[in-house]
């Protein structure tokens, strides 16, 4: 059997774990494994290497992915999906795995109405939003990226007694933004799934000045409906009579040498999506539910909501007293 990898869209920690196991179990269990590089435009622009298990080596630890990544919307047209698909032909491919978002499963989904082949899809994304996995690859090493930045924060926001407010990425969601601000003791966490009362989180604040709580940190969500972290502090500072002070944490989330557990989740889901191509199994995403690999169909992981955990969302207030 003749396979394709690629990655799509935002790269994540734990890509390259995946393209190993890909690689490795791939090669192992007779397949030719074809890396194509730059997302789905690398299809239509014949990116195509030729990988080993030489090729993967020393790449389980590193961020990023070595097949690069990007969006193509060449690849979004009904033409390029055609192309696409007699592109794949001519190289006798005949399964795919694609590791990416919501966007990039939308993607095999659409490829599969023009092409014969089987596809396979994994999630890639720091953002945590697709729905048919507990965990995304690369999300827990992005909160740890966050984490680690904002217990720095946390030392000068205790020494100057000040309010920080610190913005993470997460795109329309705000899974990195519940699970940092809980790992982190923030007194606020402002997401997109929930609404934001500044003047609450103003009261919370001043009663918590008055109780002897000298400094706080409120994480902002990238896709807060209450706007971006510069434009949210500014409001929050007239409201509590100080200056807040702001930090973007921006792209740091998304690099770094990628935790055990994306590592782990990442070798698991790449050999896996072997098995199904080889088993006759696909039109699916992978994922990991309560421990067992769950296979998702792909109109699924973006038709169905992904919620957040109820639980940690009711924590927030009585954690942060
Ligand atoms: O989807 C992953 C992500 O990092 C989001 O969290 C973020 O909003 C977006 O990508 C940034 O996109 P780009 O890398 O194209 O600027």
Not at 176 to 188: E, M, N, Q, T, Y
Not at 238 to 252: A, T
Not at 278 to 300: N, Q, R, S, Y
Request: net charge negative.
């Amino acid at each position: 059997m003749k396979v394709g990898v690629l990655t799509s869209g935002g790269d994540s920690p734990g890509m390259n774990a995946a393209i190993r196991a890909i690689v490795r179990f791939g090669v192992l269990h007779d397949c030719q494994i074809v890396g194509i590089h730059g997302g789905y435009q690398g299809i239509l622009d014949k990116e195509y290497e030729e990988l080993s298990s030489r090729t993967v080596a020393h790449l389980i630890h590193r961020g990023g992915t070595c097949l690069t990544t990007g969006r193509s919307e060449e690849f979004k047209t009904e033409e390029g999906l055609r192309r696409a698909a007699e592109l794949l032909d001519s190289i006798d491919v005949d399964g795919l795995v694609a590791i990416g978002g919501d966007g990039t499963m939308r993607g095999l989904y659409h490829l599969q109405e023009h092409w014969g082949g089987r596809a396979v899809g994994l999630p890639g994304t720091i953002d945590n939003d697709v729905y048919g996995t507990d965990y995304s690859i690369g999300f827990d090493t992005a909160v740890n990226n966050a984490l680690d930045a904002i217990d720095k924060i946390r030392d000068t926001a205790e020494s100057y007694s000040r309010v920080f407010l610190v913005e993470v990425m997460g795109r329309h969601a705000g899974a990195i933004a519940l699970h940092v601000g809980i790992a982190s003791g923030a007194s606020a966490i402002l997401l997109p799934e929930t609404p934001t009362d500044l003047d609450k989180i103003a009261a919370r604040i001043i009663e918590g000045r008055k109780a002897g709580k000298s400094s706080s940190i409120v994480i902002v969500a990238e896709g807060d409906e209450a706007g971006n972290a510069s434009a949210i502090g500014e409001k929050l500072s007239e409201r509590i009579g100080e200056r807040c002070r702001v930090s973007v944490l921006g792209y740091i989330q998304r690099g770094g040498n990628p935790t055990r557990m994306d590592r782990i989740l990442a070798s698991r889901l790449g050999a896996r999506a072997i098995e199904c191509l080889k088993a006759g199994i696909d039109g699916v995403m992978l994922g990991e539910i309560d421990g067992e690999i769950a296979e998702t169909p792909f109109k699924e992981t973006w038709t169905k909501e992904k919620k957040l955990d109820q639980w940690m969302l009711e924590l927030i207030a009585p954690l942060s007293t």
